[in-house]
């Protein structure tokens, strides 16, 4: 749970600070071709510890993006670029998920900026696997190579990430929130979508199942009310 962040025993510090820097570099200049090329040179992991030390990897990242401004909209796209690129496995950023998930309430009570790091990332990640990639910037699939260590993500790249469901260690989450501070990181998370993709953004989000059942226990109505709240809101059309 709560304690993958320290993995890689004295490796943890000094692998962190280089992710760190590997951030501030693409929040600063938004290149794809050097956010590859520098992950590809952070230190490999043979045998168990690797499949831990690529998931603390990306957790760095989005611990880093948590800290909002600049970084927070450059982790959450890192993270996927470097997952089209297929030098972060689907496996490793579910797991990096699931310990940035557990830890999210407090990490909201302590830093409130996080959350909008958070907004883009659920966003960006919901909007994967529909046909309406506005969220991106123009980055190209594919053409990232083998993939480090282990040969990098399978199957059909982005699309086949297993965010259909909404991650459960997410649902829990948000259920362990009070209702207000779980109907705003949802409802931001949606006022994201709509920003990068429109109307489309939304209902993409809409349809991914569970997220309308935390969106109605947040805001305390039923779900034939969902869609007329939203509305009244401004995220429904």
Same mark, same amino acid.
């Given at each position: ?134 969220? +991106? %910037?123009?980055? &190209? /699939?594919? =053409? $990232? !190579?083998? #993939? +480090? %260590?282990?040969? &990098? /993500?399978? =199957? $059909? !790249?982005? #699309? ?78």
């Amino acid at each position: 749970g709560g304690g993958g962040g320290g993995g890689g025993g004295g490796r943890g510090g000094a692998g962190k600070a280089e992710v760190q820097r590997l951030l501030e570099y693409f929040a600063e200049d938004r290149d794809v071709d050097a956010l590859c090329r520098d992950w590809q040179q952070l230190p490999a992991r043979m045998g168990a510890a690797a499949a831990a030390a690529r998931r603390d990897e990306v957790l760095w990242l989005l611990e880093a993006g948590s800290e909002g401004g600049r970084k927070a909209e450059a982790a959450g796209e890192a993270a996927l670029m470097l997952l089209e690129h297929r030098l972060v496995r689907p496996e490793d950023l579910d797991g990096a998920l699931s310990c940035f998930f557990e830890r999210l309430p407090d990490a909201l009570l302590d830093a409130p900026l996080a959350a909008g790091a958070v907004h883009y990332l659920l966003a960006a990640l919901f909007l994967l696997a529909t046909p309406t990639p506005e969220w +991106r %910037r123009g980055a &190209g /699939a594919g =053409g $990232g !190579g083998d #993939g +480090r %260590r282990d040969g &990098g /993500a399978s =199957g $059909g !790249g982005v #699309g086949g990430l297993v965010l259909e469901d909404l991650p459960a260690a997410l649902l829990a989450s948000v259920a362990s929130m009070e209702p207000a501070d779980a109907r705003r990181l949802l409802e931001g998370t949606l006022r994201e979508a709509q920003r990068k993709a429109g109307r489309n953004g939304v209902s993409a989000c809409l349809g991914r199942r569970g997220l309308r059942v935390a969106l109605c226990r947040a805001r305390g109505c039923k779900p034939w009310e969902l869609e007329a709240a939203l509305r009244a809101d401004g995220l429904c059309e």
